[in-house]
């Protein structure tokens, strides 16, 4: 026997591997549906690839790779038998074979156990040879075999490979030295002193001084000034702004060259009026039993604990199980593909896709779409329990609703991999999460239907000079609606003040706080909140060639065929704790926002005229300096010596691997080996004047940053566009490339929208969630913006529950077939009573009858 089965693998030895350290065995879910050893035709995990499939797609698979040998791993799940006292009888076979498996369900418990089943299938014949067979099969198949049945989980390795790296504890925290400036840091506003950025912020924990950060130190876009700061004061440690919570902050050393920890951290951003212990007092202080009343009303109401909502199963009512405050990713797509445009364009062409996939559809993100959509609209995972179940388990008096649900592990591995937050395990800010999806599917559209269009409209911004009343109006894309709460308007203020007193007085006399107290704030108030107009910070007038007030409004120059309308319940108090407004909202069922239609330019109204701010010139400016030893790195490679000292300069000083990639890109070039020529370097001024005034060409993005995107291969007048239409920001430069890709006729679009472009640098005060700017004429005309009347109807809302985005749980409610459905993690049920004052994100959908 040992003979034949040795006769008969010979053919198929070349195509199985060992795995090695860096490949992951994917044995607990399929590459196209969520089947697992679990589901009755168990998976079949490939040999070669690793890649698990359930039964009804392994034989595309096997069509399309040749690959002929598979193990298919089947768990078999049973009620433990009971001995003669009644006691369950603890029973296990195979127990180690499917090791790390993350499954569905749990069956670990008392009143389960299991048998797990192995075997080599061989195609397309499907013989099969059981598992273990050590003495029979070859000594190479046996290993393979051994190391796929061992193979730790897939995620696991990801996880491991992912941004979440184990800090060391920096060698300045205990000994830094800070200075008595009187620097107070405010929580919001800020911008980089040298620059005015306003994002990617570090704040030197030496002497208090915010800078921005260098594009690819974290991610995120910058010119460089932190680290600039450092050469000059040497102040080593800096501390990126928007991540300080109750638990720590990103802490980066500039003499280590690398993040670290800093256990001081409290007490060094303390000195700068960063107080992180009262945060934690906060929270856990005296305040505590009144915080836990408040919120625990909060969960009750919106899970609507309490009451016995009926399960509903079926297509379009699958639950998602929750991998660990997963659930904003949960509810989001539950929503997204309730939406007949997502469900057409991946679940509709679901054939075409699998068909067309990549030989690691783990990786590719329409696969995946599709396998998510199918999986929640199919009904194949959300099945009711059996007749003769439901009979058994009232007789043992022990009914309880089963809720399987799917756990989209590999879908969340792809939409994180490679984001700092979403791909850790900690809560997450849904409304972050959804703009991050939108920006997926952007990027994986080219060339296909992009259902995400459905989302997109155009803002119009009108900004008016207060002194001389002259304006001017640009456009944006946005996909979202962010809607002010003011507190101020509350209806119930008079009983509010009333609890806050009584709030106070029993918290000094050390007695019961009183029954909490939520802001009621009419949704009219919050429009008209919208509405009103905003002063523009920094505000520099064309019209003056001065600083001067401003005031920005915004309307709808269309309107999409799906409103996402977010209410701002999260801020920052003055002591930069952050909170969470307790408020309820009555957001009406139908929305009428004809009123708030943009209407553009108007009789009398006389525009801005297009002028750049003034460039102030430092007056120490000097010739930048360039890393001698990364050029000499470069020069005993080979390379000309100019071009060397081009190329580091050209990335900024980043390193001789980033240098060396743009003499790649640049080595075809006419003028490689010619000396650097500096085209933005200036002479500085006398020292009476250091303002420098600059017409609209100058208008030039920074070499660097052009260097650094032409060194990734993107043409360089492509480069040029994509950072002038994002006021120079490389990371949404980068972004707009891989939405925007070149075309002659884009070309011409866009350079039209550059020269119209405003270039005043208070204009750029858009949300980061906004895409480019856009001329009136190209987002109005373009293809991919649908218009229509602006009235809507909610058909979902997601609420979060907790103090903070970075803790507590969400659940959504969905309108469907009439009646409203709460689906809460693996959970989905008949809603009862849909919280809709107490939601965060609401979608609304455009009413049919317009």
């Known amino acids: 026997m040992a003979t034949d089965l040795g006769e008969l693998l010979v053919p198929y030895m070349p195509t199985i591997r060992v795995p090695r350290s860096g490949d992951r065995v994917y044995k607990s879910e399929c590459a196209f549906s969520y089947d697992s050893p679990e589901c009755d035709g168990g998976l079949y995990v490939c040999m070669n690839t690793f890649l698990g499939f359930g039964r009804e797609h392994v034989e595309r698979h096997y069509r399309k790779t040749g690959q002929s040998v598979y193990m298919h791993l089947k768990r078999h799940v049973k009620e433990k038998a009971t001995g003669a006292a009644g006691g369950a009888m603890p029973r296990r076979r195979n127990g180690k074979v499917f090791l790390d498996l993350e499954l569905n369900r749990d069956f670990n418990g008392d009143d389960y156990e299991y048998e797990d089943e192995a075997k080599l299938v061989i195609f397309p014949d499907h013989y099969e040879i059981p598992l273990p ?4 099969l070859p000594a190479l198949v046996t290993i393979a075999c051994d190391a796929v049945l061992n193979a730790g989980s897939a995620y696991k390795k990801q996880e491991a490979d992912s941004w979440e790296e184990e ?70 440690l800096a501390v990126k702004l928007d991540t300080i919570t109750p638990d720590g902050a990103d802490v980066y050393s500039f003499d280590e060259e690398e993040a670290v920890l800093d256990p001081y951290i409290a007490e060094h951003l303390s000195h700068f009026g960063i107080d992180m212990l009262k945060m934690h007092r906060t929270e856990n202080g005296n305040h505590t039993d009144n915080l836990i009343q408040a919120r625990a009303s909060e969960w009750e109401v919106i899970q609507e604990s309490g009451l016995k909502l009926k399960a509903v199963y079926g297509s379009g009512y699958t639950g998602i199980r929750n991998l660990g405050n997963s659930c904003y990713l949960s509810t989001t797509m539950q929503v997204v593909f309730s939406i007949a445009e997502f469900q057409r364009a991946y679940v509709g062409n679901l054939q075409r896709i699998f068909d067309y996939s990549p030989l690691d559809p783990t990786q590719d993100f329409s696969t995946q779409m599709a396998k998510l959509g199918h999986a929640l609209l199919s009904g194949l995972y959300s099945k009711p329990p059996i007749k003769s179940e439901l009979i058994e388990q009232v007789m043992k008096e022990e009914y309880k609703q089963q809720h399987k649900g799917i756990s989209p592990r590999m879908f969340k591995a792809l939409v994180s991999k490679g984001h700092p937050e979403f791909s850790s395990n900690r809560q997450q800010d849904v409304q972050e999460f959804f703009l991050h999806f939108i920006n997926m599917v952007e990027r994986n559209s080219a060339g296909s239907e992009n259902p995400s269009d459905v989302f997109r409209f155009i803002v119009e911004e009108r900004v008016q000079c207060c002194q001389s009343q002259k304006v001017r109006y640009s456009h944006r894309v946005d996909y979202l609606m962010q809607l002010p709460v003011p507190m101020e308007a509350a209806i119930n203020r008079e009983e509010l003040i009333a609890y806050e007193a009584k709030r106070k007085d029993a918290e000094e006399n050390m007695r019961t706080p009183p029954e909490p107290v939520r802001a009621r704030v009419p949704f009219t108030a919050c429009l008209q909140a919208f509405a009103e107009p905003d002063n523009v910070p920094e505000f520099w007038s ?3 060639q001065a600083k001067s007030a401003g005031v920005k409004t915004s309307r709808f120059a269309s309107f999409p065929d799906y409103l996402v309308l977010q209410l701002k319940k999260f801020t920052f108090g003055l002591d930069w704790v952050p909170k969470k407004l307790d ?47 990364s050029v000499m790195q470069l020069a005993e490679m080979g390379f000309p010596l100019e071009a060397c000292r081009k190329a580091v300069y050209y990335t900024g000083n980043m390193g001789a691997e980033m240098a060396f990639n743009w003499i790649i890109a640049h080595m075809e070039e006419p003028d490689f080996a010619e000396p650097l020529a500096i085209p933005s370097y200036m002479e500085p001024d006398p020292p009476s004047s250091s303002l420098a005034r600059a017409g609209p060409l100058d208008n030039q993005p920074p070499e660097e940053s052009v260097a650094i995107l032409t060194s990734m291969g ?20 980068l972004d707009w490339i891989f939405t925007h890709p070149e075309s002659e006729e884009e070309s011409e679009v866009v350079s039209d929208m550059i020269d119209s472009e405003p270039s005043d640098i208070s204009f750029s005060n858009t949300n980061t969630h906004s895409d480019s700017t856009l ?14 009347p602006g009235r809507y109807e909610l058909f979902a809302f997601i609420s979060h529950m907790g103090t903070s985005t970075m803790s507590g749980h969400y659940v959504c409610h969905i309108k469907k077939e009439g009646r409203w459905v709460i689906y809460n993690d693996h959970k989905v049920c008949l809603s009862e009573r849909p919280p809709k004052d107490l939601g965060y994100m609401y979608f609304y959908r455009r009413l049919s009858s317009c």
Request: hydrophobic share 35%; glycine share 8%; with cysteine.
């Open 133 to 136: 067979n050590i003495e029979e």
């Open 167 to 236: 800090l060391q504890v920096s060698k300045h925290a205990r000994s830094l030295r800070q200075h008595d400036s009187g620097v107070r840091i405010p929580p919001s506003g800020w911008k980089c002193v040298k620059c005015e950025m306003r994002e990617n912020l570090w704040l030197n924990l030496t002497d208090g001084t915010v800078l921005c950060g260098k594009w690819f130190f974290d991610g995120s876009g910058g010119n460089g000034h932190a680290l600039e700061h450092y050469r000059e004061t040497s102040f080593p």
């Open 542 to 544: 064309p019209a003056l």
């Open 583 to 629: 408020v309820s909202v009555d957001v009406p069922d139908f929305l009428d926002l004809n009123r708030f239609r943009a209407i553009g330019l108007q009789a009398g109204e006389e525009e801005l005229p297009d002028l750049m701010p003034p460039i102030v010139i430092p007056e120490d400016t000097r010739a930048p300096e360039i890393d001698e030893s």
């Open 714 to 733: 993107f043409p360089r007048h492509h480069s040029i566009r994509a950072l002038k239409v994002v006021n120079n920001n490389l990371e949404r430069a």
């Open 775 to 788: 001329s009136p004429d190209q987002g109005l005309s373009s293809p991919r913006v649908r218009d229509g």
